[in-house]
């Protein structure tokens, strides 16, 4: 009882510091909100917990392919039946209902009343197009590689990264080609991967610009030349992104050129849901790797560059990795 009620007190003050508009201290809330649940929690409530994630996002992906969540969205937060919903969707009554009992546990919709609901901003958000497209990736494609991992496994065919001739990845495994071989093919599953890329990256989210401050850095260096990449290395290995970096190292001079990697770095330890989840997506879908600060060290220095500095986003793993040849 003493854990939790310390945990509570933590809560409390993080709430305070977040009410005063601190990005910072809204992800420290959120931290403490969850360590306040996992102080609660029993072993075996935890596990359920666990073990019904599934569901919930299953339910999610059935009602946006009937169309349901978008028809509550489209309603503006007016309050709409199961029965209506079912007439305009021509989605099951019964199916509606069982789903939503799940949906809105979750608050990504509000139940207003026995099969009765209404949207939320969060049934708005998910409805967008790279809402949407997250799903359809997430679920349709990502279900499909975690379904053939055991096998994989199994086989003693597992490879995180297929440098060698003959090897294959999750996502090859599962599907026979790679993911963007894949979406050549799919166009539906391409538009939403494209529209989730361009939700993911929104305006809301911090600019590599913002995070580096490019005018004091860069903006009064005479000639000075900046090679950038964007979330390009983490769809490769250590082996494929020593080739990319390697040919941009050769090109650049040892007194003025400076490599901006905008990525994300999670780090060494007690890393949250989000950066191990996205780890992990990459190793599914793309053989890829979300690396700490310590990989992208060993990685650029593998190619004789060294970092200078890494410019973190106020929250979340987004930075900025500033690298120059090594002196």
């Known amino acids: ?128 197009r790279g809402g949407i497209g997250g799903e359809l990736l997430h679920t349709d494609l990502g279900w499909g590689v975690g379904s053939k991992l055991i096998e994989m496994i199994r086989k003693k065919q597992f490879c995180q990264f297929p440098d060698e001739p003959g090897q294959v990845g999750p996502f090859e495994f599962a599907y026979g080609k790679s993911l963007f071989e894949y979406m050549q093919q799919n166009q539906e599953q391409k538009r939403a991967f494209d529209d989730y890329m361009a939700f993911r990256r929104s305006a809301s989210e911090s600019q590599w610009f913002e995070t580096y401050p490019v005018a004091q850095e860069i903006g009064e260096l005479k000639g000075a030349r900046i090679y950038y990449m964007r979330t390009i290395l983490h ?10 970096l390697s040919q941009i190292a050769k090109a650049m001079g040892p007194s003025y050129s400076r490599l901006l990697i905008d990525d994300y770095v999670l780090p060494d330890t007690g890393a949250d849901r989000h950066s191990a989840g996205m780890d992990f997506i990459q190793l599914m879908l793309a053989q890829g790797i979300e690396r700490t600060s310590s990989q992208w060290t060993s990685l650029l220095e593998a190619v004789g560059l060294e970092i200078v500095k890494i410019w973190r986003a106020e929250i979340g ?3 900025v990795i500033e690298a120059n040849l090594k002196s």
């Open 317 to 319: 793993i987004d930075c």
């Open 1 to 128: 009882m003493f854990q939790v009620q310390e945990a509570l007190q933590r809560v409390q003050a993080a709430a305070k510091e977040d009410a005063k508009g601190d990005p910072a201290a809204h992800a420290a809330l959120l931290k403490e909100i969850s360590e306040l649940r996992d102080a609660v929690e029993s072993p075996d409530e935890r596990l359920m917990r666990m073990r019904f994630h599934q569901n919930e996002n299953l339910c999610i992906r059935v009602l946006i392919e009937y169309g349901v969540l978008q028809a509550i969205a489209s309603k503006n937060g007016q309050e709409v039946s199961a029965a209506q919903l079912a007439k305009e969707t021509g989605a099951d009554e019964l199916l509606i209902i069982r789903c939503m009992r799940l949906v809105t546990f979750t608050k990504v919709a509000e139940e207003t009343g026995h099969a009765r609901y209404a949207s939320n901003e969060t049934t708005k958000m998910i409805t967008t």
């Open 235 to 244: 769809s490769w290995s250590d082996k494929k992104s020593e080739a990319i």
